[in-house]
């Protein structure tokens, strides 16, 4: 059975801290990770797809990295509007739907 | 916008009754998923469909039903109703398997 844990559970910071998320999982095989951010009422939105370990991707001031049992996303100089709850899920083998984490509840103070 | 349409928006019903949730997914995927979270549980992957199939199942109750129409268009039925069936719906969907899902705003189901 696939199995996502992200830390922490919220994570408060000022403008311009920068800081990091961690996504650790367990599948029989990756066959992606996916990373999303969701705001109060809303869907998630889609950010980042990582395929293999050693693959990063970047997107404003987030970046996201992949090892071969965890996730990153790094926040760089995080803004009030990078606040929302960032949630990180895994494809397996074999599988056809994605493993949802509890996620990461941000919130960025001015 | 992810292009993925739910409606609606809000809905509040009483236990024991039925509703159908219905999602039309962004133009050009096939593939269809049907999400539910609640705040102590999450995003828990309830049913795919693809092309009008159903591909693969979920942690869905036999109380809840669903189905994918020619037009691509999937419709999640739930029916006995509880109240910890209250919980948001979303509807998520993707070009092809490996890629990445696209969900919609949810639909919110308030059971009293």
């Known amino acids: 059975e696939d199995q996502v844990t992200q830390s922490p559970e919220a994570l408060r910071l000022q403008e311009g801290e920068s800081s990091s998320l961690n996504c650790s999982y367990t599948?029989?095989?990756?066959?992606?990770l996916f990373w999303y951010r969701q705001d109060p009422g809303k869907g998630p939105e889609f950010l980042f797809t990582?395929?293999?370990a050693g693959e990063e991707k970047e997107k404003e001031r987030l970046k996201a990295t992949l090892t071969k049992k965890e996730s990153f996303l790094h926040i760089t100089a995080p803004k009030p509007e990078d606040s929302a709850t960032y949630l990180c899920a895994v494809q397996g083998t074999g599988r056809r739907a994605l493993t949802f984490g509890s996620g990461t509840r941000l919130q960025v103070q001015p | 916008d992810s292009g993925v349409t739910q409606t609606p928006k809000h809905l509040i019903t009483a236990t024991g009754q039925r509703v159908t949730l219905r999602c039309s997914p962004r133009?050009?995927?096939?593939?269809v998923y049907w999400y539910q979270q609640s705040l102590d549980q999450g995003l828990q992957f309830l049913i795919q469909y693809y092309n009008g199939e159903e591909r693969a199942k979920g942690n869905i109750l036999e109380r809840f039903s669903a189905q994918q129409f020619p037009d691509l268009h999937s419709e999640l039925n739930l029916s006995s109703l509880e109240l910890g069936d209250s919980a948001l719906y979303f509807c998520a969907s993707s070009l092809k398997e490996g890629s990445p899902l696209h969900f919609g705003n949810g639909t919110r189901l308030t059971v009293t």
């Open positions: 133009s050009g995927d096939l593939s």
């Open positions: 599948v029989s095989g990756l066959r992606g």
């Open positions: 990582l395929y293999s």
